[in-house]
């Protein structure tokens, strides 16, 4: 009889996971509450219209049907990992394996009025929200303010879609992060760079600013200061989902903590896959990493049901891409960045140093790291017009008509230049 493997979450983890199991040895059922899987890198490009819903949608039962496993559309309630069972809003299923990969919520921080006054910023629905809600303020005769709180990577690629869709229009577009700086988890030259472009397209900048309190037409912050908001934009980053600490996964507003082959700590038959959990080191919550720890679980999977020793789970740098609408984006892979050089005198000197994080390579180094990094992410790129990538293996970058060219065009001595809107890559 094959074991029965059940995953929570049809997101990157999740589908990852699923999709490699091979369904002649297990019965994998994949359970979410959407009937898509979601591609989430793109859906700030639903902020200014560039993407359409549908484009960053792939139906989990037919990609799941085809590989000969089982989809159930259901919210889970409460997992029982000692009766083994997960009981749904509807109903429970039993299991051999359990994969959890259920993802984030959003982090409130405890603001009051969040939920009640601010547009989230974590699904396609919820980013096609705030591009219709935009647009229709944009057809008033004088708009009001859009404030987009959260200076992270979701709050710099959502202002740089509002500056799409703003053009030469003239309404104040303020930003809000209670950290020193935009980015804090980039290198500080790389928030330098965004901010110049935020000054130069007039955005109100203010850091160090934490929010108190949102209602429907202001923003209070700590400071006192009370911002009249037309528009609030949250992007508060990720927070541990509630189910974890109910189910007993996790302590109280925690993530699940995972030993370095991404089992539950404490529980063998248990995996925990994606955002969910939180690995003896510390990972960034990216797209890639949650695809490579859901293959990492499928193959462990393979290897306990064949009596083989675990193997840990050894995460490859990838490099990273930041958005910012058509005026720019950056390219970070170690200590190297890649950008437009519009404004890179002014933020990066040409040289480097132990402690300087420079946009221009070091020139004693050869520009092997950064095509390679470039070359992967091309391939990314080149594949991700259509979510459905995620549902096949992704091959060697040389597999992309794209990825090729471009690398081969990276010059020796200078950053490579981005184009003047980042449309073509999608």
């Known amino acids: 009889m094959r074991p029965r493997v059940l995953v929570l979450g049809g997101g990157f983890a999740g589908l990852s996971c699923a999709l490699a199991l091979p369904a002649s040895r297990f019965a994998v059922t994949l359970v979410d509450q959407s009937p898509s899987f979601e591609f989430l890198p793109a859906i700030h490009e639903l902020v200014s219209g560039l993407k359409r819903p549908a484009e960053l949608r792939l139906p989990l039962k037919p990609v799941l049907a085809r590989e000969g496993h089982r989809f159930r559309r259901g919210e889970v309630v409460a997992i029982d990992s000692a009766a083994r069972r997960v009981q749904f809003a509807k109903g429970s ?16 921080f405890g603001v009051s009025g969040v939920r009640e006054h601010a547009m989230p910023f974590k699904s396609v629905a919820q980013c096609a929200a705030i591009g219709r809600r935009l647009r229709s303020l944009l057809r008033e005769p ?16 959502c202002l740089g879609e509002v500056l799409r869709v703003r053009g030469d229009r003239d309404f104040p577009v303020t930003l809000v992060e209670a950290g020193p700086r935009l980015l804090p988890g980039a290198p500080a030259p790389v928030g330098r760079h965004l901010a110049a472009h935020c000054e130069a397209a007039g955005v109100e900048l203010l850091c160090g600013e934490a929010v108190e309190r949102v209602t ?14 037309a528009l609030t934009i949250w992007t508060g980053g990720p927070a541990p989902r509630p189910l974890l600490a109910e189910s007993g996964l996790a302590a109280p507003g925690r993530w699940a903590a995972v030993a370095d082959n991404l ?3 404490g529980a063998d038959d248990v995996f925990v896959a994606g955002d969910s959990g939180e690995l ?10 949650a695809l490579a720890m ?12 064949r009596g083989r020793a675990p193997r840990a789970f050894r995460p490859a740098e990838k490099p990273q891409l930041i958005a910012f609408g058509e005026r720019d984006c950056v390219l970070l892979q170690g200590r190297h960045a890649l950008a437009s050089p519009k404004r890179l005198s002014r933020c990066w000197p040409p040289r480097t140093s132990n402690r300087s994080y420079s946009m221009a390579p070091n020139p004693t180094q050869p520009l092997a790291t950064l095509k390679r990094a470039w070359h992967s992410y091309a391939t990314a790129l080149a594949i991700s017009s259509s979510p459905s990538a995620v549902a096949r293996p992704m091959t ?13 065009r990276l010059p020796t001595t200078r950053a490579w230049t981005a184009p003047p809107s980042h449309k073509c890559h999608w």
């Open 93 to 108: 299923l039993r299991y051999d394996i359990l994969v959890v990969a259920v993802g984030a919520a959003d982090a409130d």
């Open 142 to 157: 004088r708009p009001g303010r859009v404030t987009i709180v959260g200076g992270g990577l979701e709050g710099v690629e």
């Open 216 to 229: 429907a037409k202001t923003v209070k912050l700590a400071g006192g200061r009370r911002l009249r908001s």
């Open 280 to 289: 003896p080191q510390p990972l960034a919550r990216q797209a890639y990493h």
């Open 294 to 305: 859901g293959r990492h679980c499928a193959r462990e999977i393979e290897r306990a049901e």
């Open 396 to 408: 060697a970058p040389r597999a992309s008509p794209y990825a090729r060219p471009m690398a081969d």
């Open 263 to 265: 089992r539950l700590e």
